[in-house]
């Protein structure tokens, strides 16, 4: 089945510095998603982004399909964005199963 | 608004029990997901439904099933629990529109032990 792979795997940050998480995978794909898991455990949707670049405010994510990666921006980083970072594309030949990373820790501190 | 809810949040059992973990969405999606989510494995996809009677066997289905009798629930049963069970199990949805789109959107958890 196919592979994602996050790096790095755990990242500590000053409040205010930014950061790049990055996200590969082993086969074309047509989505991805990015999720938050805030420290109570709740999955949270960032970005849905197949391809090209999105922005929400602080965030920002880009992915390159044809070359098997996606990146997600933090800017300014916030104590509230610490937590784990997922990225998960579709599985199995299928648009609808996803299949996730092991994630990003990211610590972010005052 | 609509959204997805687990019950119970959380949930205590011994080895050998039956367990039933609920799921309910209210956005009338045709796709239901249950992962579990363990320490150094991320989230892994243990059953899933497209519709309504549809079922089929994800990733680590072993030991657990699902039914779906209408749209809005997904129920997973584990029918006897084992500590290997132990974990955070997670429900999700998205829709089927016969397009690209069909971004996913999890539930809020439901923590299990096995003791």
């Known amino acids: 089945g196919i592979q994602v792979e996050q790096s790095p795997p755990d990242l500590i940050l000053q409040e205010g510095a930014n950061s790049t998480l990055r996200c590969n995978f082993s086969?074309?794909?047509?989505?991805l998603q990015w999720f938050h898991q805030n420290p109570w455990g709740q999955l949270i949707n960032l970005f849905y982004?197949?391809?090209g670049t999105k922005q929400n405010g602080r965030l920002s994510a880009t992915t390159v399909a044809t070359e098997r990666y996606s990146l997600l921006y933090i800017s300014s980083s916030q104590t509230t964005d610490s937590g784990v970072y997922f990225c998960?594309?579709?599985?199995?030949?299928?648009?609808?199963?996803?299949?996730f990373g092991k994630g990003t820790l990211l610590t972010v501190n005052p | 608004d609509a959204e997805i809810t687990q019950s119970p949040r959380h949930k205590i059992t011994e080895t050998g029990r039956q367990v039933t973990l609920a799921c309910h969405q209210t956005?009338?999606?045709?796709?239901m997901f249950w992962y579990r989510q363990d320490l150094g494995h991320g989230l892994r996809l243990i059953h899933y439904?497209?519709?309504?009677?549809?079922?089929n066997k994800g990733e680590v289905s072993d030991g657990y099933s699902v039914s779906r009798s209408n749209t809005e629930d997904l129920p997973l049963t584990l029918e006897s629990a084992a500590s290997s069970q132990t974990s955070v199990y997670f429900c999700?949805?998205?829709?089927?529109?016969?397009?690209?789109?069909?971004?996913?959107?999890f539930g809020p958890g439901t923590r299990l032990t096995v003791l």
């Open positions: 999700a949805s998205s829709e089927s529109p016969g397009g690209p789109y069909n971004e996913q959107f």
């Open positions: 086969d074309s794909v047509n989505n």
């Open positions: 982004i197949p391809s």
């Open positions: 998960a594309v579709p599985s199995g030949g299928s648009n609808y199963k996803l299949t």
């Open positions: 956005w009338n999606h045709n796709n």
């Open positions: 439904s497209y519709g309504v009677q549809d079922t």
